[in-house]
């Protein structure tokens, strides 16, 4: 009882943590994450006809909703249900409300409007999904651009996700991955790691290159950028993160 | 014996982590911490006469061997070993190495000596010791600086440390405390939080109302500002972090 209840509030306060990173404010200058990489995406896509796009690792939905603005279709999947909630009940309400840490225990009720955010006219080409990178439905497929934010070294097997994504892609699609390559063992079995360790022969492996290895058959590497990222955990305390994006181009 | 493993492991990241943290690279642009710390304690303790400092929760000694280029006398103190085997490792063989993290388990050895930083001349007026800000031993006293970076929310008790303190500073002492207020029930106890919880009345009590009440009786406050650090965990992720400094004049 006493653990399920911990869980219960580390969900609602990873909730709310992620609501303020995709809907909040900025800090440190640093634009908005979800809307920088939808904007990059589109930019990187603008080659394809923009049907159907992909936010794999939507959390709380911004992103897609902002691909929504170029796309006709997308998706937007998270393993987690209570992000994918937000996503709707953005649609279904046309608001949210979170709560914001302050101080201690002191909380903050924050409320955003689809409007904020330009969302109202599109909202509706969203279609949210509970769903696992390892193991997606065969029905998502036929994608321009699938877009996986900071995904990869959260997957129990990024592999399953890596080796088989070109299938899902059209011919000339687009695929946008950001990752800091945090490699955590809680995570990910350091066997699956898809890079950030010393091989048999104590050559260091870094996760561009294995993904070079890994995608290198079906996609050509188009650009390498890197895009920062901040996550407010209390008002002082904050994640700082320079997320790598690298842009793949199915062959 | 697994489980021993893991916190040697993570004691000897940690104590890595801050060893980069006090002598490593900055990031950002902002100041080392402990470099920023001394000179703002050195400047508000202008009109004593730099006799002798404590610097209380001092990690690995960086902000301790600052203060002895003013103080004719500094003592540091940590609660952990670990970090007071750093700076006594500095003293004694004027230099000190320590591992930094890559991506995943890729790890780098960093080299740094003692005069990097310009200590070698007043090392000797340093006294590192293992303690317990809630429990310090009587000799510790007489001093005309107290600083305690980033401490009161770690302690198990803070109000036995703040309640206190003034008994060990001299007359027109100054004590510098720095703190994000990161207030957790995994270090603190709720019931010994200083602030960032609502009392009885459901009125918001913060950490700097509750420090004026405590510190109220023996202290005048004489200055607050904010005073930013980034602690680097991976190339690509870090903790940027606005505590907040508060200048208190024995009175």
């Known amino acids: 009882m006493e653990i399920k209840e911990t869980n219960i509030y580390e969900t609602d306060e990873l909730v709310g943590q992620y609501c303020d990173f995709q809907y909040g404010d900025e800090y440190f200058g640093v634009t908005n994450f979800a809307k920088a990489c939808a904007h990059k995406a589109v930019a990187y896509a603008k080659e394809t006809n923009y049907s159907k796009a992909l ?18 279709y997308v998706d937007g999947i998270d393993y987690s249900q209570a992000f994918v909630n937000v996503g709707r009940e ?3 309400s046309r608001h949210i409300s979170y709560t914001q840490n302050g101080e201690g225990e002191i909380k903050t009720r924050k ?3 689809i409007d904020d955010f330009n969302f109202g006219n599109v ?14 439905a065969p029905e998502f497929t036929g994608y321009d651009l699938i ?3 900071n995904l990869i070294d959260r997957l129990y097997q990024p592999h399953l996700f890596l080796k088989s994504i070109h299938e899902r892609l059209n011919a000339n699609g687009i695929f946008v991955l950001t990752s800091p390559y945090t490699w955590k063992e809680e995570y990910t079995d350091k066997e699956f790691w ?3 360790y010393a091989d048999e022969n104590g050559q260091e492996i870094t996760t561009l290159n294995a ?8 996609f050509e590497l188009v650009a390498i950028e890197d895009v920062p990222f901040v996550i407010r955990e ?6 700082y993160t320079i997320s790598q994006m690298s842009v793949w181009k199915k062959e």
């Open 55 to 72: 936010d794999l690792g939507c959390a709380t939905g911004y992103a897609s909703f902002e691909l929504a603005k170029t796309f006709d």
């Open 90 to 92: 953005l649609q279904r």
């Open 111 to 113: 409320e955003v409007s």
């Open 123 to 136: 909202s509706s080409k969203v279609h949210f999904s509970q769903g696992d990178a390892c193991a997606l």
């Open 147 to 149: 877009m996986a934010t």
């Open 194 to 196: 898809v890079g950030g």
């Open 211 to 218: 993904l070079m290895d890994m995608l290198g058959e079906h």
């Open 234 to 239: 209390t008002p002082r305390k904050f994640q």
